[in-house]
């Protein structure tokens, strides 16, 4: 199993930046994949960002592209998802997610975290 935590939300302006932090402990080796996730009230949870182990493969939803960053630490068992230019439609519960795959796809993800708000003030 892997156990995921993430933290570093929070309340910020449009155009701020935040750093989302999720630490993984357990049989990360195993599903080593991350991927961050977000749900905004009244929607379903969707895609943000996805890194491999080497942090060689990124891939990001369309919608936040060149704006957010995921990156890792294995020495540290912690991805970040660096969020600058926030928009108020960023607002979200940020999940991470860990999966054997480097996918998009929600359903190839197997241990999630309890979640961090982001709420971005106009």
């Known amino acids: 199993q892997v156990q995921l935590v993430e933290s570093g939300g929070g309340l910020v302006q449009a155009g701020g930046s935040l750093r989302l932090s999720c630490a993984a402990s357990?049989?990360?080796?195993?599903?080593?994949?991350r991927g961050w996730f977000r749900q905004a009230p009244g929607k379903e949870r969707e895609f943000v960002a996805t890194?491999?182990?080497?942090?060689?493969?990124?891939y990001y939803a369309d919608s936040v592209k060149g704006r957010f960053t995921i990156s890792r630490d294995n020495a540290k068992n912690t991805v970040y998802l660096q969020m600058n230019s926030l928009k108020p439609e960023d607002t979200a519960v940020y999940y991470c997610?860990?999966?054997?795959?480097?996918?998009?796809?929600?359903?190839?993800?197997?241990?999630w975290g309890q979640g961090t708000q982001v709420t971005v003030s106009s």
């Open positions: 890194i491999n182990w080497s942090g060689g493969s990124t």
């Open positions: 997610a860990a999966s054997r795959l480097v996918t998009m796809r929600e359903n190839e993800y197997v241990y």
């Open positions: 357990g049989q990360t080796f195993s599903y080593s994949v």
